[in-house]
């Protein structure tokens, strides 16, 4: 692989990197956002444009906040992810390119959607079947851009060694999990600079998976 170690598995972001997500999460991080405010949990000055739904969460999470009111909260984001997810498109050469990783990879699902929402996107695209694992934010200790899902990616394949991974994703958070799991990250048609504002470096950026296929 073209400037990059021995890799034998590759860990895919969902979202708007396999799948055309229709998810509004500027919705989903709004309504996340006034819950918690409304039942204080979080300040009203929180400067919300710096923070993601998942990191909004976990701010509640670290305050203390109950496991009824959390419940209720993932309730709105789940809400949003099966909405978001129906009839999500696929994108273009997602096919081709899994076709010329299958059975040279392991090859992984990291998303911070729920399984209700992920298996059937996944499944409805055709290609759930490709992926020998999916990780869901219910096999999660914390959602990305915690590694938490990384870990529990390099714990079903123990004999695959951790340096061997590379992450592919299309936001900061991928790439700010892939580095705290020491992995190297690559950027799929990502907001460079976002990821900058964010002092994320991917070893490679691409837009397509043409571009993609010829770096793996």
């Known amino acids: 692989m073209i400037g990059l170690p021995d890799v034998k598995g590759i860990i895919f972001d969902m979202d708007n990197t396999l799948l055309q997500s229709r998810i509004d ?21 929180l400067p919300v444009h710096a923070h993601t739904t998942s990191t909004i969460i976990e701010l509640a999470k670290n305050s203390g906040v109950s496991e009824q009111l959390m419940t209720a909260a993932w ?6 992810e099966i909405s978001g997810m129906q009839c999500a498109g696929i994108e273009p050469g997602t096919f081709h390119m899994l076709e010329t990783l299958i059975g040279r990879f392991k090859l992984a699902v990291l998303t911070n959607n729920s399984m209700r929402s992920a298996h059937p996107a996944l499944q409805s695209a055709g290609i759930l079947s490709c992926f020998d694992r999916v990780v869901c934010r219910e096999q999660m200790t914390a959602l990305k851009p915690s590694a938490s899902g990384i870990y529990a990616i390099f714990d079903h394949f123990p004999d695959v060694p951790r340096e061997s991974w590379i992450l592919i994703g299309d936001s900061w958070i991928d790439g700010r999990a892939a580095e705290t799991a020491g992995i190297p990250f690559i950027s799929y048609k990502a907001d460079l600079k976002k990821l ?21």
């Open 196 to 216: 900058s504002e964010k002092s994320v470096e991917p070893v490679f950026s691409v837009s397509s998976m043409k571009a993609l296929i010829h770096i793996l």
């Open 75 to 80: 309730e709105i984001v789940t809400r949003h």
């Open 25 to 45: 999460y500027a919705a989903m991080k709004r309504d996340v956002f006034r819950f918690f405010v409304e039942h204080e949990v979080v300040s009203a000055d």
